[in-house]
């Protein structure tokens, strides 16, 4: 019996009996609820380490400034180019867990519409 794909692109399936990301099965009989949107916020540590280490170095003597006035540039740069990452967030038997993540929200929107749906037709069947 071949599945009947509900959503599927190179990383993710999604069917009324399976939910496959990078080659980990999750069968949707154990996903206990509807599944999420998460929001990753991005990681800025080493861009503020620059920015703070920049703005120390401003105030040195010979060549410092130079190398300060760099490195201030590059970490600002670093903080305004950070995005975030959505993630899938489905709830498996006492757990949640970030089954897909990605920078590209539509794409994490339709794989939640379609593991919604997938959920959806799970009630309706038992």
Do not use: W
């Given at each position: 019996?071949?599945?009947?794909?509900?959503?599927?692109?190179?990383?993710?399936?999604?069917?009324?009996?399976?939910?496959?990301?990078?080659?980990?099965?999750?069968?949707?009989?154990?996903?206990?609820?509807?599944?999420?949107?998460?929001?990753?916020?991005?990681?800025?540590?080493?861009?503020?380490l620059?920015?703070?280490?920049?703005?120390?170095?401003?105030?040195?003597?010979?060549?410092?400034?130079?190398?300060?006035?760099?490195?201030?540039?590059y970490?600002?740069?670093?903080?305004?180019?950070?995005?975030?990452?959505?993630s899938?967030?489905?709830?498996?038997?006492?757990?949640?867990?970030?089954?897909?993540?990605?920078e590209?929200?539509?794409?994490?929107?339709n794989?939640?519409?379609?593991?919604?749906?997938?959920?959806?037709?799970?009630?309706?069947?038992?």
């Amino acid at each position: 019996m071949e599945m009947e794909l509900i959503f599927n692109n190179q990383y993710v399936s999604v069917s009324y009996d399976e939910f496959i990301v990078n080659g980990k099965i999750h069968p949707i009989k154990n996903i206990t609820s509807s599944a999420e949107i998460g929001l990753l916020k991005p990681e800025r540590g080493v861009a503020r380490l620059a920015v703070f280490g920049g703005l120390i170095l401003l105030f040195g003597n010979e060549n410092l400034p130079i190398l300060g006035g760099i490195l201030f540039i590059y970490g600002g740069v670093l903080c305004f180019t950070a995005k975030p990452r959505y993630s899938v967030v489905i709830n498996i038997i006492g757990r949640k867990e970030d089954a897909y993540i990605s920078e590209n929200s539509l794409e994490v929107d339709n794989i939640v519409k379609a593991l919604n749906i997938a959920l959806g037709m799970r009630e309706i069947t038992f």
